[in-house]
């Protein structure tokens, strides 16, 4: 079993930055992919990046240039550095362990 929990939601302005973070525990050695997902109210839920154990990443086309995935292996810890938020980067913010696993959500509201 794999627990994860995510931190660093909040307010942030249009062109303000975010970090979350998404810590595991539990039966972590197995995880090869953590990733984060996002959903807007009355929208499905949808991929907004993720990081395999190797380094490689993939992003959302929407977010590409301006989020950053990150992952600290020895810490168990992935981060999404968010910069440049948009209005339409709202939602609640799940992260992923192998699509298997996921955290509670923390909610990232993006207003003036």
């Known amino acids: 079993q794999v627990r994860l929990v995510e931190s660093g939601g909040g307010l942030a302005q249009p062109g303000g930055s975010l970090r979350l973070s998404c810590t595991a525990s539990?039966?972590?050695?197995?995880?090869?992919?953590m990733g984060w997902y996002r959903q807007a109210p009355g929208k499905k839920r949808e991929l907004v990046a993720r990081i395999i154990r190797g380094g490689s990443t993939n992003y959302a086309a929407s977010v590409k240039g301006r989020f950053t995935i990150s992952r600290d292996n020895a810490a168990n810890t992935s981060y999404l550095q968010m910069n440049s938020l948009k209005p339409e980067d709202t939602g609640v913010y799940y992260c992923?362990?192998?699509?298997?696993?996921w955290g509670q959500g923390t909610q990232v509201t993006v207003s003036s």
């Open positions: 992923d362990a192998d699509q298997v696993y």
């Open positions: 539990g039966t972590i050695s197995s995880i090869s992919a």
